[in-house]
Structure formats: structure tokens, C-alpha cells
């Protein structure tokens, strides 16, 4: 495909300054509307050594306000970002609504550089790529837009603008061997590159491939890409918005429809129905088989530094199904050094400005360390599915979304696991009612409590919908019956115990 390219194409210098004299401006509009639209844009520059990605760059911002935009120069993975899964340091650079983030290379350096360099395993290559289009499909859905530029040039012009940057002091620095050895082995890493375009080319995120041989060529087509993939995208969401004000009005002069609740229960009786909460121990079995867990958790967090294994734990369920006392028990004896608990409140207005999962990957946990979810990314097919924070497409598609999260986390190395608080209805009232009459746990009940118990079958719908379909071998979920306090932190510290020695035998 791209050898087929031709690379002659150029402009004129008085061809070239009618364009962009269209184009700046055009861009520049562009950006102010995509800001007032709260629409996120990803550049990712892609290509081959010398092609002239900076270059590029440079010229595309001069249309920009710099303060709508952010340029990030990808490199080799830092000593932190290894210490991640591949995705993190783009998930934590993530543009919010309304700005521009530019990528002078991108994630495709795992299946590119790192894969000529041999750094990408070929058995990491398969999964790579499908952590890829999921993260973009992820995004894109979501509203973002993300425009890919690939530049190309032959291997007779790599050579030569090695050449050139080589005879000056000022440039030498910025060809080193292995970009040598990359023009040695063109053909090689052609193939390479051809293999990430085929792969990569997808509706919903597809490559635009630029001639970068003439440089005025390559920016006025660079130019053209970007107002073309705005405008309609600025089109799109101007529809969007007046279709949804039209629905709102209509709507509103509509009766409003009486609901049935005529949903099939099956789901129900297969996975939470099976919970047996009459499991309890009585409390001097609950401390001896605490203490022996707890000894055990404090030598294995030891274990888990040592051997750089991160873990993620989340935890869901319902108000007052013990989460808390489950994670106070688990970490008393962990050091404090190495774990961290986030309790997951309402996103607050940073949050809310970027895909939902943005903030738990930005508190993924390093290798090594521990990470505990107080609620979770869950809160998307639960609450925000229930209470109408978002749409039925997007609480649908989040099954999938989650999934690949999840996957990639496993795939980096981390244990997942998932606890479900599970309590019935009487043992939540019992409860909140000693709550409220105790002085100093009286914060821990409020009225949208009370009120959420209203809707408890539509939870039990959702939460047995999400069990279904997101426990997995590599993030499993687990039904903790909970009427029994000292049963369900039990359980959980066992669960947690075995799948670390299970992972430490391999």
C-alpha cells in the first residue's frame, strides 16, 4: 500500500498560500466552536522517522489559541509508566471537553518501534492491537474526535534528511542509531507499518495517510483533513443538540406513560437469589480466622512489592452492605505505604469533562502496589443506568468498555477481583434504622439512601445484568453474602488471600 504512494505530489508556493489563507482561519473557527460544543480532539501524528512529524505540528498550531491545546512528545516509556499498563499514560493525557491534546507519536509505538526493536513480544502483539481499537472505539463513542495522520516518505528521502540533520551540530543529536538502523531495515519496518494501518483502519477511527515528501504539500493536506473531520463532527453534535431540544419539548406536552414493571425476573434468580445469608460465624470464629488472614495479607502485601504484582480491588453493593468494614479489615495489617482506598463519589466538574472511565485509570495502581475501589466504574450500568444519568446506548456499550479495561489491566500483569455486597432488604432496613440512632454513625445514613431503596428491584435487575456480563476469568466477581458481618469480611480477605498465593505459585 504505501510503496504504491506517490510521493511526488507538491505544491506551489502561490498554490500553497491561496490555501492556507482558506485553511487558518477555518481551523481556528473550527477549534472555537468545537470549545463552546464541549468536543474533545486527539491529533496522533504518526510516520517515519524524518517524515517530518514536528514539523507538521508546528505548522498545524500556528492556526491554534494556545490555550485550547496540548502537544505531548511520546517517547520511550519512563521508569512510571512501565510500571503501568501501555494505555495509562495516554488514558492520564487524556484532552477534556471542549480542548485539543496533539501526539507527536502515539500508543501505536508498542506495535511499531517497540515491535522493531523487539520490546513488544510477539505474543503481546495480538493483544496490543485490540487494546488499541478498543481504547478508540472506547473514546469515540463517547464524542471524542480522534484524527490519525500517518506521514510517508521513501527510504531515498529518509536518507537524505538523515544526511542533512547530520551535518550541522545543532540537528546531529536528533539521528541516532536506531533511527539508522530503521532506514537500513526500511523494507522491514515498512511492512511493519503497513501490517498497524491495516489493522488499525476502522470506521470509527480511521488513518489518513499524508505525503510528506514536499513539505507545503504534506501541511496544506494536513489542514484540509482537520477542517474537513471538524466540520463534520461540529455539524454532527449542532443536530444532535437541536434533535434532543425537539425531543425534550415533545416530550414535555406528552401525558406521562404509567410504567409496568413487567421485566424478567430470571436473571435475578440466577445469581443473587443463590446467595445464601444465612452463612455466618459466630464472633470468636470470626477472630481467630481473622487473625491467621490477617498475618497472611501482611506477608503476601510484602510479597506483591517484591514481585512488582499489582492488584485492584472493587468493591459494590448495597448501602450498608458492609464494603467499609470489609476494607477496614482487609488492609489493618497491610503497609500503608502500598495501598491505597479511593471511595467513588459523583464525578465532580473535572470528571464529568472526560470519558467516564478517565478517572479510574488515572488511580490504577502502579506495579507492586494495591488499589481499592469504594464503588467503582460500575457506577455506569448501576446508578447513572437507574437514575438517568446517562444514555441506554452508552450504559449498554459500557459492558464491552469495561470488559477491555479490565482486560487490560490482567493483561499488565494486576489481580482484579470484584466483591457484591449482598444483604436483603430487612437486613439493609435493620440497618439503616440503628444507624440513624447511633450518635456517631449517624452520617453514614442519608435520605438519598432511604430513597434508593424504593427502586431495589430495578437495582437487583441491573446489578444481576452487570454480574452476567462482566465476570470474567481475569476479573472475576464475587458474591459476598453479607447478612453475617463477620462471614462476609471473612470471605472477602479469603478471596483475596487465595488469588495472590495462586498468582505468587507462577
Known amino acids: 500500500m504505501l510503496e504504491k504512494l506517490d510521493l511526488t505530489k507538491a505544491l506551489g508556493k502561490e498554490e500553497y498560500k491561496d490555501k492556507m489563507e482558506k485553511l487558518m482561519p477555518e481551523i481556528g473557527k473550527l477549534q472555537r466552536e468545537c470549545k463552546d460544543l464541549g468536543i474533545p480532539i486527539m491529533i496522533a501524528f504518526e510516520g517515519y522517522d524524518a517524515a517530518g512529524k514536528g514539523v507538521q505540528i508546528s505548522e498545524l498550531i500556528k492556526a491554534l489559541d494556545p490555550r485550547g491545546f496540548e502537544v505531548h512528545a511520546v517517547k520511550t516509556e519512563t521508569k512510571e509508566e512501565r510500571m503501568h499498563p501501555f494505555l495509562w499514560r495516554f488514558w492520564t493525557k487524556m484532552p477534556a471537553n471542549g480542548r485539543i491534546a496533539i501526539y507527536d507519536s502515539s500508543w501505536y509505538r508498542k506495535v511499531l518501534i517497540d515491535r522493531f526493536d523487539k520490546k513488544t513480544k510477539k505474543s503481546e502483539l495480538s493483544k496490543a492491537y485490540d487494546s488499541i481499537c478498543a481504547f478508540e472505539e472506547q473514546l469515540t463513542s463517547d464524542g471524542m474526535v480522534l484524527i490519525k495522520i500517518f506521514l510517508t516518505i521513501d527510504k531515498k528521502e529518509q536518507r537524505k534528511r538523515f544526511k542533512k540533520l547530520l551535518e550541522s551540530k545543532e540537528t546531529a543529536w536528533r539521528v541516532g542509531r536506531d533511527d539508522k538502523k530503521r532506514n537500513k531495515e526500511f523494507e522491514k519496518y515498512q511492512a511493519i507499518n503497513e501490517e498497524m494501518l491495516l489493522r488499525t483502519d476502522t470506521e470509527y477511527a480511521p488513518w489518513n495517510i499524508v505525503e510528506a515528501v514536499d513539505r507545503r504539500f504534506a501541511t496544506a493536506k494536513i489542514y484540509s483533513i482537520v477542517a474537513r473531520i471538524l466540520n463534520e463532527k461540529v455539524r454532527t453534535v449542532k443536530a444532535q443538540k437541536e434533535a434532543a431540544k425537539e425531543m425534550a419539548v415533545k416530550i414535555a406536552k406528552e401525558p406521562e406513560a404509567k410504567t409496568s414493571d413487567k421485566s424478567d425476573r430470571r436473571m435475578g434468580e440466577s445469581i443473587l ?234
Request: with cysteine; glycine share 6%; net charge positive.
Open 273 to 506: 437469589s443463590r446467595a445464601d445469608l444465612s452463612l455466618s460465624y459466630t464472633k470468636e470464629e470470626y477472630k481467630e480466622r481473622l487473625s491467621i488472614l490477617q498475618k497472611k495479607i501482611e506477608k503476601l502485601h510484602g510479597e506483591l512489592y517484591r514481585r512488582r504484582i499489582p492488584v485492584v480491588l472493587g468493591f459494590e453493593g448495597w448501602d450498608a452492605g458492609g464494603k467499609g468494614g470489609a476494607i477496614k479489615r482487609l488492609t489493618e495489617k497491610m503497609d500503608p505505604r502500598g495501598y491505597v482506598v479511593h471511595p467513588t463519589a459523583s464525578p465532580n466538574d473535572i470528571e464529568r469533562q472526560h470519558h467516564y472511565l478517565w478517572r479510574f485509570w488515572t488511580d490504577m495502581p502502579k506495579a507492586g502496589h494495591v488499589t481499592i475501589f469504594d464503588r467503582t466504574w460500575y457506577g455506569r450500568v448501576m446508578v447513572e443506568r437507574i437514575e438517568g444519568f446517562c444514555s441506554r446506548q452508552e450504559w449498554q456499550r459500557a459492558y464491552k468498555e469495561i470488559n477491555s479495561m479490565e482486560r487490560d489491566l490482567s493483561d499488565a500483569g494486576a489481580i482484579v477481583l470484584k466483591f457484591w455486597m449482598q444483604i436483603d432488604k430487612d437486613e439493609q432496613e435493620r440497618r439503616f434504622k440503628a444507624r440513624g440512632e447511633n450518635p456517631q454513625k449517624q452520617w453514614k445514613i442519608t435520605d438519598e439512601d432511604w430513597r434508593n431503596r424504593e427502586k431495589w428491584d430495578q437495582y437487583e435487575e441491573a446489578v444481576n445484568e452487570m454480574l452476567i456480563r462482566t465476570s470474567t476469568p481475569y476479573a472475576p466477581w464475587i458474591v459476598v453474602e453479607g447478612n453475617n458481618k463477620y462471614y462476609a469480611r471473612i470471605k472477602v480477605l479469603e478471596t483475596v488471600v487465595d488469588a495472590i498465593e495462586e498468582r505468587l505459585k507462577n
